[in-house]
């Protein structure tokens, strides 16, 4: 009917090899925590300068997420941290999309001399305000949107899950998944969180049996194919490749990152290519600045809010022909310990959004920053290149990391 | 049910969809110049750029593009109609157009993607929950 594409990618410079991230720190993630998330945000930062060997007086940038709530802004840096020098602030930071996209924002910073240690953090207490009923939450942004408030919420098509279950329909149906292989992606990630000790459902144990046996929720999906809402924050510091040698644990290099849009934005039941993501324009473009292909990627983790985005992303970042996700990720195949010389591919091996916690994503950056520094829960063996794919449903990213010299 | 979640009536931009629904009709907006339907409303075309729409009946079969079965509502204003199905519609003869709304048609196990649906102006809470707006449901 049109030319048109359904999307495409944000103009970026190279930045291959500029920044490294040397310094990652998390909270405890727990359901219903009543803890103040600029709090949690503060113990998170404070842990990633620790794990890179720098103080807070060494901290000259701060990113945060501007427009959401409840973010720890550059106020709150100086609140917590005391420090009164110049700050370079970004409210391009934070988690899902930007979770991947904060370093290219923290490159160009270094790169024009703004700025030289940069955190990037991320809180969120939804599980406690979700508890209160004070009416924050994941569905909220949505909510007050007036198309959605004015089109979909009166007629039930509201919140999220409703519209990825719609959408993992449309994708077993155009290309024949099946709920056991959606299930598939439930149960790794759920394994992978019963090793991992900062995985909220880490003492929960699934089996596909369980799974199946499970009863219908949002149908085609079950409770298990929805993420976790649970309280926490993370952050991770950045600063030039070549002076992070000087950190205290080896250094992770920004190796290629890529931003790209669906012109529907959010408006998920008007996307055409509603059976993709935005992955398919900006994973190949972050493969090519850092001189890679999907073969190359020794471990992913990717923005997990249902099983179905996870399937839709491994297809659309190249890891198997598009629509036969389901197909794919049948058996061990995302397990860390098979590896993708044995035609694995580790994928979200602290749990992700499904099983470990969230904290939209930030974490699943952490947790590959773990991988190739080796000290991971689940490692993979000699991981050497590492993947983040980032989604808010009208953006995704691609971040690639390689292990530093 | 004062707290269910009414749509925006006065909004200049999404006023003609509901003055038409209150007469039992169902219209979008049509690019002037051309042609292209655009959905939701949007201030310029995404096809040509064009600023001029003309809200225009549709008149084509509808069909079921897809849907999801709401067991455990997590909007509690719809609590009471669970199970309820929010389905996505496709019209043939206007492309670009995904209508959402609520198939109230029974049956949920029988239905199918691409199935033919009738559109069936009722009450926006139906079935059981009296908000007095015409709305677009299926059946």
Same mark, same amino acid.
């Given at each position: 009917?049109?030319?048109?594409?359904?999307?495409?990618?944000?103009?970026? $410079?190279?930045?291959?090899?500029?920044?490294? %991230?040397?310094?990652?720190?998390?909270?405890?993630?727990?359901?219903?925590?009543?803890?103040?998330?600029?709090? @949690?945000?503060?113990?998170?930062?404070?842990?990633?300068?620790?794990?890179?060997?720098?103080?807070?007086?060494?901290?000259?940038?701060?990113?945060?997420?501007?427009?959401?709530?409840?973010?720890?802004?550059?106020?709150?840096?100086?609140?917590?941290?005391?420090?009164?020098?110049?700050?370079?602030?970004?409210?391009?930071? =934070?988690?899902?999309?930007?979770?991947?996209?904060?370093?290219?924002?923290?490159?160009?910073?270094?790169? $024009?001399?703004?700025?030289?240690? !940069?955190?990037?953090?991320?809180?969120?207490?939804?599980?406690?305000?979700?508890?209160?009923?004070?009416?924050?939450?994941?569905?909220?942004?949505?909510?007050?949107?007036?198309?959605?408030?004015?089109? +979909?919420?009166?007629?039930?098509?509201?919140?999220?899950?409703?519209?990825?279950?719609?959408?993992?329909?449309? *994708? @077993?149906? +155009?290309?024949?998944?099946?709920?056991?292989?959606?299930?598939?992606?439930? !149960?790794?990630?759920?394994?992978?969180?019963?090793?991992?000790?900062?995985?909220?459902?880490?003492?929960?144990?699934?089996?596909?049996?369980?799974?199946?046996?499970?009863?219908?929720?949002?149908?085609?999906?079950?409770? +298990?194919?929805?993420?976790? !809402?649970?309280?926490?924050?993370?952050?991770?510091?950045?600063?030039?490749?070549?002076?992070?040698?000087?950190?205290?644990?080896?250094?992770? %290099?920004?190796?290629?990152?890529?931003?790209?849009?669906?012109?529907?934005?959010?408006?998920?039941?008007? *996307?055409?290519?509603?059976?993709?993501?935005?992955?398919?324009?900006?994973?190949?473009?972050?493969?090519?600045?850092?001189?890679?292909?999907?073969?190359?990627?020794?471990?992913?983790?990717?923005?997990?809010?249902?099983?179905?985005?996870?399937?839709?992303?491994?297809?659309?970042?190249?890891?198997?022909?598009?629509?036969?996700?389901?197909?794919?990720?049948?058996?061990?195949?995302?397990?860390?310990?098979?590896?993708?010389?044995?035609?694995?591919?580790?994928?979200?091996?602290?749990?992700?959004?499904?099983?470990?916690?969230?904290?939209?994503? !930030?974490?699943?950056?952490?947790?590959?920053?773990?991988?190739?520094?080796?000290?991971?829960?689940?490692?993979?063996?000699?991981?050497?290149?590492?993947?983040?794919?980032?989604?808010?449903?009208?953006?995704?990213?691609?971040?690639?990391? =390689?292990?530093?010299? | 049910?004062?707290?269910?979640?009414?749509?925006?009536?006065?909004?200049?931009?999404?006023?003609?969809?509901?003055?038409?629904?209150?007469?039992?009709?169902?219209?979008?907006?049509?690019?002037?110049?051309?042609?292209?339907?655009?959905?939701?409303?949007?201030?310029?075309?995404?096809?040509?750029?064009?600023?001029?729409?003309?809200?225009?009946?549709?008149?084509?079969?509808?069909?079921?593009?897809?849907?999801?079965?709401?067991?455990?509502?997590?909007?509690?204003?719809?609590?009471?109609?669970?199970?309820?199905?929010?389905?996505?519609?496709?019209?043939?003869?206007?492309?670009?157009?995904?209508?959402?709304?609520?198939?109230?048609?029974?049956?949920?196990?029988?239905?199918?993607?691409?199935?033919?649906?009738?559109?069936?102006?009722?009450?926006?809470?139906?079935?059981?929950?009296?908000?007095?707006?015409?709305?677009?449901?299926?059946?």
């Amino acid at each position: 009917m049109t030319s048109r594409n359904w999307g495409g990618l944000v103009p970026y $410079e190279d930045i291959a090899g500029e920044v490294a %991230i040397v310094g990652v720190g998390e909270t405890a993630h727990t359901a219903n925590s009543g803890r103040d998330p600029i709090a @949690m945000a503060a113990e998170a930062i404070a842990a990633a300068l620790d794990d890179a060997g720098l103080r807070p007086d060494q901290v000259d940038g701060v990113m945060f997420r501007g427009g959401m709530k409840d973010q720890f802004t550059d106020a709150d840096f100086r609140r917590y941290f005391g420090t009164d020098r110049a700050l370079w602030v970004s409210a391009e930071g =934070g988690a899902m999309t930007w979770a991947g996209t904060a370093p290219y924002e923290a490159a160009l910073a270094i790169r $024009e001399k703004k700025a030289s240690v !940069i955190v990037n953090a991320f809180t969120v207490d939804w599980a406690s305000q979700t508890k209160a009923n004070t009416g924050g939450g994941p569905g909220e942004y949505h909510r007050e949107d007036l198309m959605k408030g004015s089109f +979909e919420v009166p007629f039930g098509f509201y919140p999220q899950p409703v519209y990825f279950a719609a959408i993992a329909r449309r *994708h @077993m149906h +155009e290309f024949g998944t099946t709920e056991a292989q959606l299930g598939a992606i439930a !149960i790794s990630s759920r394994r992978h969180a019963n090793t991992h000790p900062g995985a909220v459902m880490r003492e929960k144990l699934l089996t596909l049996e369980d799974y199946l046996a499970r009863p219908p929720f949002i149908d085609p999906f079950r409770v +298990e194919d929805c993420c976790l !809402i649970s309280d926490g924050a993370a952050a991770y510091v950045m600063t030039a490749a070549d002076r992070a040698r000087d950190c205290a644990k080896p250094p992770v %290099i920004v190796r290629g990152v890529a931003e790209s849009f669906d012109e529907a934005d959010t408006f998920f039941a008007q *996307h055409r290519a509603i059976t993709s993501t935005p992955q398919a324009f900006c994973a190949p473009a972050a493969y090519r600045m850092a001189g890679i292909g999907a073969a190359d990627v020794d471990v992913l983790a990717v923005y997990d809010p249902f099983t179905i985005v996870a399937l839709m992303q491994i297809e659309d970042m190249g890891f198997c022909e598009k629509g036969s996700g389901g197909v794919f990720v049948e058996g061990d195949r995302l397990d860390f310990r098979r590896g993708r010389a044995r035609g694995g591919l580790p994928f979200n091996t602290h749990g992700g959004l499904l099983s470990h916690s969230y904290v939209l994503g !930030i974490s699943h950056v952490v947790e590959l920053v773990r991988q190739l520094r080796g000290e991971a829960a689940n490692q993979v063996a000699d991981a050497q290149i590492a993947v983040y794919g980032g989604f808010t449903g009208g953006t995704c990213s691609t971040l690639v990391l =390689g292990k530093g010299g | 049910m004062m707290d269910f979640p009414l749509p925006n009536f006065a909004h200049e931009s999404l006023k003609p969809f509901w003055d038409a629904a209150a007469s039992r009709k169902l219209v979008f907006p049509r690019c002037t110049a051309c042609g292209a339907f655009c959905w939701y409303p949007r201030p310029n075309c995404p096809e040509c750029g064009g600023a001029d729409f003309t809200w225009t009946e549709i008149g084509g079969v509808a069909r079921l593009f897809s849907w999801a079965v709401v067991r455990r509502a997590l909007h509690a204003p719809l609590k009471p109609i669970v199970p309820y199905v929010p389905v996505i519609l496709e019209f043939d003869g206007a492309p670009g157009v995904r209508l959402v709304t609520r198939w109230i048609g029974g049956d949920i196990g029988g239905l199918t993607i691409g199935q033919e649906v009738r559109i069936t102006f009722d009450d926006l809470g139906c079935p059981g929950i009296h908000t007095d707006i015409l709305a677009p449901l299926c059946s």
